[in-house]
């Protein structure tokens, strides 16, 4: 049935898929389907996972699927971070040449960055999570899941199936510390590279689309 729905993704330009199946938005060996904001050479593939390490960059997905523009989605990504590294997962974003991005939430990737208490698993300044709420659930130098689930209002954040992060955006919500631009809409992916000291994998990187 995967194989089918990826035919027929491919054959009509990502417009004809079933809703509510899990679709793949990176095929583990290049960057097709990516567009990099940022020094290109910061993200590389190497054994079936996109490796970000590097200047301040970001990988946006620009596929086909869905158009490269989600709503309500379910997202799992496979991670895995170096000692005292930092990255992240944007959804609801847009591509931007460089920077962090300003459109969009970012789920934040560290387990034990030193400079950045807000760890693994947490909407960034939005709902934050600390070191004690993930201990025993991630490690360094191996792989675990983030699974992002927003359907319409709310966000829901697993890490290896442990929910970290739930939270609906009041109706008067107006970006909260991090500005206008993190607001619930539609948008897409994107991958962080955040710095040159740290070094993030990702893998698995599957979707798919709610109601």
């Known amino acids: 049935m995967y194989r089918l729905s990826l035919i027929l993704l491919l054959a009509t330009g990502g417009t004809a898929f079933a809703q509510g199946e899990w679709i ?56 895995m971070a170096a000692p005292n590294s930092n990255g992240g997962i944007y959804f609801h974003t847009e591509f931007q040449q460089g920077g962090f991005p300003r459109k969009g939430f970012e789920v934040q990737v560290n387990n034990t960055y030193e400079r950045d208490p807000v760890k693994s698993g947490s909407l960034y300044h939005v709902k934050d999570v600390g070191a004690d709420e993930i201990r025993g659930i991630t490690k360094d130098n191996e792989w675990f899941t983030e699974h992002i689930i927003v359907q319409d209002k709310t966000v829901t954040i697993r890490l290896n199936d442990k929910e970290v992060v739930k939270w609906t955006q009041p109706a008067d919500w ?16 994107a991958l962080q590279g955040h710095d040159p000291n740290s070094t993030v994998h990702y893998k698995n990187i599957r979707i798919r689309v709610l109601p």
């Open 24 to 79: 793949s938005l990176f095929n583990g060996k290049d960057l097709t389907g990516w567009e990099i904001g940022g020094n290109q050479s910061n993200f590389q593939v190497r054994n079936g996972a996109m490796v970000a390490n590097g200047p301040v960059s970001h990988a946006f997905y620009d596929g086909p699927v869905n158009n490269h523009d989600f709503k309500n989605f379910e997202l799992m990504v496979d991670v």
């Open 174 to 189: 107006n970006g909260g510390r991090e500005g206008p631009g993190r607001v619930l809409g539609h948008g897409t992916i």
